[in-house]
């Protein structure tokens, strides 16, 4: 496996190249912090509902969507990011999506305890300290043959930065998220005063991957590798890929009669799920479903969709049939089940 110590990359490469290098299927753990600041939204999130893209505009804050699952969040150059890069039959990592989240994270586990941070993981993808503050969030899915896995350490954040570039309802909400995220997430900062050189930090992270991951080999970006990542800059920073999967929430319920539009969200444990559904004469005619869960493979959340089309929209049918998709499809949604998508469709019998 190769070792990417890239120090900060500038404009969005700092994404571009785990994508990059799972699409040309080159197993590596890459160790890289953005050099301007970014947001960056989960996979199978709705961009124009989770983020205030007016303020990114205006503040020159630029927007990309990731493949991977997870959250929208902010990321500048005081965070290390580590991005592991594995094929999908490596028998280095366990098989299941949950198991591995927990395996990988001993690396920064170990990381911020050798700094003085005891900390934990925490299910589904979350690292707290012992007083139950998220020091780590991580995401994971599959691109290309390969799967993907990528955390942060912290040495600082942005909390005001970050309750802004959030969509929500009112300033009054705005404030509410700044003060929880300023109650429940902490950084090296917080805990130590200072946070240590970030050359420190790396070296001992990447001592913590070597036992885990077994020899590194130092690589650099290559012509070929930077070419790959200008062709997918090429498309995943486009407005069309940023705005992909855009539902629109209504004004309205009734369209007319026997045609509605249900929309809802539910706050399951691996995630928030949001679905906007058109429903006629009781079946379902079109449903979307977007959230910062983890859907794995990530092509079945569209294949999800059209399964569920002409469904009558009742729990007792849609149940069994998403737990048969599960089946069928082998997917895995760490802490989302057939009945956190009932929920999120507001269905109530």
Same mark, same amino acid.
């Given at each position: ?8 990359? *500038? ?7 785990? +994508?990059?290098?799972? /699409? ?7 160790? &890289? ?7 960056? &939204? ?25 493949? &991977? ?24 990592? *366990? %098989? ?13 586990? %170990? ?6 941070? @005891?900390?934990?993981? %925490? *299910?589904?993808?979350?690292? &707290? ?8 969030? =991580? ?16 040495m600082d954040f942005d909390y005001e930065r970050m309750a802004k570039l959030l969509k929500v309802p009112d300033e009054k909400f705005r404030d509410k998220v700044y003060k929880t995220m300023e109650e429940n997430l902490t950084t090296m900062r917080r805990e130590l005063g200072e946070p240590p050189p970030r050359s420190e930090i790396v070296r001992v992270l990447i001592e913590e991957f070597r036992k885990l991951l077994g020899p ?14 200008? =062709?997918?800059?090429? #498309? ?9 999967? %855009? +539902?629109?929430?209504?004004?309205? #319920?009734?369209?007319?009669?026997? #045609? $509605?539009? +249900? ?14 559904? $058109?429903?006629? =004469? ?14 794995? *493979?990530? /092509? ?9 089309? @002409?469904? #009558?929209? /009742? =729990? ?10 599960? $089946? ?22």
């Amino acid at each position: 496996m190769y070792l990417f110590n890239l120090g900060m990359l *500038p404009d969005q490469d700092s994404m571009l190249i785990f +994508h990059a290098l799972a /699409r040309i299927g080159q197993e590596a753990l890459v160790i &890289v912090s953005p050099q301007i600041p970014l947001a960056s &939204v989960g996979y199978f999130q709705d961009a124009e509902q989770e983020v205030d893209l007016d303020y990114c505009r205006e503040s020159a804050l630029p927007v990309m969507r990731r493949e &991977v699952g997870g959250g929208a969040t902010y990321l500048d150059k005081n965070q290390i990011f580590y991005q592991i890069i594995m094929r999908s039959d490596n028998p280095v990592a *366990p %098989r299941k999506i949950a198991d591995i989240y927990q395996w990988f994270s001993q690396a920064p586990v %170990r990381t911020y305890s050798r700094f003085g941070i @005891e900390t934990d993981f %925490r *299910p589904i993808n979350d690292i &707290v300290t012992k007083e139950g503050r998220k020091i780590a969030g =991580e995401g994971g899915g599959d691109i290309g043959e390969c799967l993907v896995f990528v955390g942060g350490i912290l040495m600082d954040f942005d909390y005001e930065r970050m309750a802004k570039l959030l969509k929500v309802p009112d300033e009054k909400f705005r404030d509410k998220v700044y003060k929880t995220m300023e109650e429940n997430l902490t950084t090296m900062r917080r805990e130590l005063g200072e946070p240590p050189p970030r050359s420190e930090i790396v070296r001992v992270l990447i001592e913590e991957f070597r036992k885990l991951l077994g020899p590194l080999e130092p690589a650099t970006i290559t012509s070929s590798l930077r070419q790959k990542m200008d =062709e997918l800059n090429g #498309v995943m920073g486009t407005d069309e890929f940023l705005l992909m999967k %855009r +539902h629109h929430t209504p004004t309205s #319920v009734k369209i007319r009669e026997g #045609v $509605e539009l +249900h929309y809802g969200m539910h706050k399951a444990r691996g995630g928030l799920i949001r679905t906007v559904q $058109e429903v006629a =004469e009781e079946r379902i005619k079109e449903i979307g479903i977007s959230g910062d869960f983890t859907f794995y *493979p990530k /092509r079945s959340l569209s294949e999800l969709e059209d399964d569920l089309r @002409e469904t #009558v929209r /009742r =729990e007792g049918e849609l149940i069994p049939k998403i737990d048969d998709f599960y $089946e069928r499809k082998r997917v895995e949604s760490p802490g989302v089940d057939s009945e956190d998508f009932i929920k999120a469709m507001n269905i109530k019998e």
